[in-house]
């Protein structure tokens, strides 16, 4: 009796040390319709919502660069393309003017607003660009203007005490504009392109595609497209640069089938059947702009504004700028000089005199990060 009572208090030991098995936690349903607002919504959705508020109120810069011999109408183009004179036309440009000596750039500003949005849209100009009879290094002016407006974001970013919002004057998009000869590019087109893509987005049109027929225009633009191929210019949206499968698919059939962008810019209007739309008067009738049948220039605006311009903006900083700004502080050893009216600037700036040696400094791109001590570039 002893025996089974020992037996019994040990399995009610041994059931006190097993313990019990733990329910599993409830896992919350998913929230269907209205009941979501009951289970704890968060409301993460709604960072879209705020983006396009703020985007609102500030407004965005959207810098683009028209580049081409006279004569072909991108002034024209350009006030087509935003439905507004914004080219050199409207800031009292005469016809009569002489063509310019050199290559000059003039940029010109406004502050578009549609649906409540403001875009502060600046043009750069290139009159003279090719319109001599020695055209040789004529993209240089414009290669300088680029890589300054690099150098003036730089400058600012780089300041101990910088602006809560640096103006952004860097060039976006460069429109190249080739002359509708229906044969081949010009060397000066290849030159030009060649050594511009490496600093921006080029996006080549043919300019007054209305001389061409139908078949010369599309031998001209596959011609155009070999000729850039064979020369290794890769223009924008560049390959490299897709982020994904639906991005490369849409950006294949770009590259491949719309480049370079045939069109016909005109900032009249016209009466066709009952509808009044921008066009070209002919003997023969009206060319359409935004008919798809006439030309190409609702692709290239759709391209432009409705489609990449923010991709343009982003390939801008996080590529040509990032390269640029990388080879700078690379070249001179760190960071270059604040401005003089920063605060500390000029003892900053008498340390730097002194013959040390350059040391690398590591610049924090993070706005909330400081800037390190060694401005100048020197420990």
Sequence with gaps: MSKGLAESRTELAMSELVAEPRPKPAVPMKPLGIGSNLLGYIGIDTIIEQMRKKTMKTGFDFNIMVVGQSGLGKSTLINTLFKSQVSRKSA????EEKIPKTVEIKAIGHVIE???VKMKLTVIDTPGFGDQINNENCWEPIE??????YEKFLKEEVNIARKKRIPDTRVHCCLYFIS???HSLRPLDLEFMKHLSKVVNIVPIIAKADTMTLEEKMEFKQ?????LEVNGIE???????DEDLEDKTENDKIRQESMPFAVVGSDKEYQVNGKRVLGRKTPWGIIEVENL???????LRDFVI???????????HNIHYETYRARRLNDNGGLPPVSAGTAGSQGTRDACDSPRPPVLVHLDMCPAAPVAPGVCGRA
């Design 180 to 182: 509708p000869t229906g």
């Design 223 to 227: 011609r155009v497209r070999k000729e």
């Design 306 to 316: 409705r489609t990449h311009l923010q991709d343009l903006k982003e390939v801008t």
């Design 293 to 299: 049948t006439h030309c190409e220039f609702a692709l």
């Design 144 to 149: 300088k203007y680029i890589n300054e407006q």
């Design 114 to 116: 549609e649906g409540g």
């Design 235 to 241: 223009f924008y949206p560049q390959k490299e640069f």
């Design 92 to 95: 009292s440009w005469n016809r």
